[in-house]
Every structure is written in structure tokens, then in C-alpha cells.
């Protein structure tokens, strides 16, 4: 079944408006956490609060969005191979037990209220970037875009 053109162009539409709307949240979390704004990285006080990595994740799966968008597979491939990883490592993390440094690699945080592991997203939050980068990077690596 072909899509029609009206139907690609809303679902470009909103894959444009989620794809922004992850950069604006992830920039945003990312500035509170240079500029020490609690506000910025923690919703509510006593809540653990957005991880560093979580919020680059974040970038990377907007920016793979954007590329999709806009039929860029460098911005495609290299958004969801980024977030990818990411949530591969972080789980690796959570299933040996062993931390490798990737939840302090770009950023060491200084909030760390109720976060057993310092930067060290949330194991769900990993197994949905390692899940959403890998269909992000299928989608970059079928034959025709």
C-alpha cells in the first residue's frame, strides 16, 4: 500500500515537532547542568535528576530524527549509532555490575540525590536508546530512503 503525500507530510510534521522537542528538552538539560540551574535537570525536588548522558542520548536520537527528516544519513547513522551504544554500554553496565566510565566520561555530575551510581542513567531509559538507535539505524541502512 503506498502512503499518500498528505499523510507523509503530517508524519514528517510530527516527526519534525518530536525531533525538535528532544533537542530543546536535551539542550536545555544539558545548560543546567554547566550552569548548576537544579531546576534545569531536576523536575521536581527529591527526584533523581536527568542524567548527562541521558540528555546527549536525548540530542542523539533528536538529531537521527532530523536526519530522517530531512534525508541526511550522516546525521541518520551517526544520531542513532551514538544513542545506540550509549544504551548498549549503560546495560552492559547494569547486567556485569562493572562500570566502565562512560557514566562520567563527558561529565562528572554534580547533583547525585537518590543515584546509587554517579551520571548512570536509568536502565530503562538505556534499553530504550539502545533500542531506538538500532530501528533509527535500520532505518539508515535499508536499501532505498
Known sequence: MKMRIQDRSRQDT???IVSCLLIVVAAAVLVGWYAHVRALVQIFPGLIPMQYNTAVSLLALGVA???LITRKRFLLISGSIFA???GGLVVAEYATGIS???DTLFYYPWERSLSANPGRM???SAI????GGIALLSLALRPKM
Do not use: E
Open 14 to 16: 510530527a516527526l519534525l
Open 65 to 67: 530524527g532530523i536526519g
Open 84 to 86: 545506540a551504544v550509549m
Open 100 to 102: 566502565i566510565g562512560i
Open 122 to 124: 536509568a536502565l530503562t
Open 128 to 131: 530504550c536508546f539502545f533500542l
